[in-house]
C-alpha cells in the first residue's frame, strides 16, 4: 500500500548471542536485554528536577575543569606504535605506524606551550577556582610547578 512502510525484521538478529566470551571482571555481567532491566538511567528527571537550594540564590553551578593531558597523547617517542589518532581535532587521523605525525604533535603542544597559560591567566585575573586533571606522564616530560594544584 502507498505510504506504507515494510520493515523485515531478521530475528536471529534479536537473539542473545550464545557461546561469546567476555572478558568482564570477576562478578560483572553482561546486559542482556531479554532478561535484564537496563542499568542506566536515560531519562533523569524530565520535567520535573529537583530544586538544589544552592547558596545565596544561585541559578546554575558550574565546575571548571582543564584536562591537562599535553605529552601523553600515543606518539613513537614515548614507545607507542603508531600517533595518536583517536582524541583529536584532525577528523578520521588516519595510523601511522612507525612514524611521527607531526600536525598531531603540534595540536597536543599548542596546550602545554600556549593554552595553558592562557586558560590560567583568565582563572586568576576573575578568581575563578579550576579543577586541573593531568595525565601521570605528562608532569614527567615537561613539569610546570607554576601550574601545579594549590591546596
Given amino acids: 500500500m502507498a505510504g506504507e512502510l515494510v520493515v523485515g525484521i531478521n ?3 534479536l537473539q542473545w548471542p550464545r557461546n561469546v566470551s567476555y572478558d568482564l571482571p570477576s562478578g560483572q555481567e553482561v546486559y542482556n536485554p531479554m532478561n535484564q532491566k537496563y542499568p542506566r538511567d536515560l531519562a533523569g528527571y524530565g520535567a520535573h528536577p ?4 544552592w547558596p545565596n540564590g544561585a541559578r546554575i553551578a ?4 582543564l584536562n591537562y593531558e599535553e605529552g601523553a597523547e600515543n606518539c613513537i617517542l614515548h614507545g607507542d606504535a603508531g600517533a595518536e589518532t583517536f582524541l583529536s581535532e584532525i577528523i578520521g587521523a588516519g595510523e601511522r605506524p612507525g612514524v611521527r605525525h607531526l600536525s598531531m604533535e603540534s595540536i597536543y603542544e599548542y596546550g602545554s606551550r600556549v593554552g595553558v597559560w592562557r586558560l590560567r591567566q583568565l582563572f586568576e585575573t ?14 614527567r ?3 610546570h610547578p607554576e601550574i601545579q594544584a594549590r591546596e
Avoid: E, N, W
Avoid at 50 to 53: A, E, I, K, Y
Avoid at 62 to 65: E, F, P, S, T, Y
Avoid at 126 to 139: E, L, R
Fill in 11 to 13: 530475528r536471529s538478529l
Fill in 50 to 53: 529537583p530544586d538544589p537550594q
Fill in 62 to 65: 558550574l565546575q571548571l575543569v
Fill in 126 to 139: 576573575y578568581q575563578v577556582p579550576a579543577t586541573i586533571f593531568a595525565a601521570a606522564s605528562k608532569p
Fill in 141 to 143: 616530560r615537561r613539569p
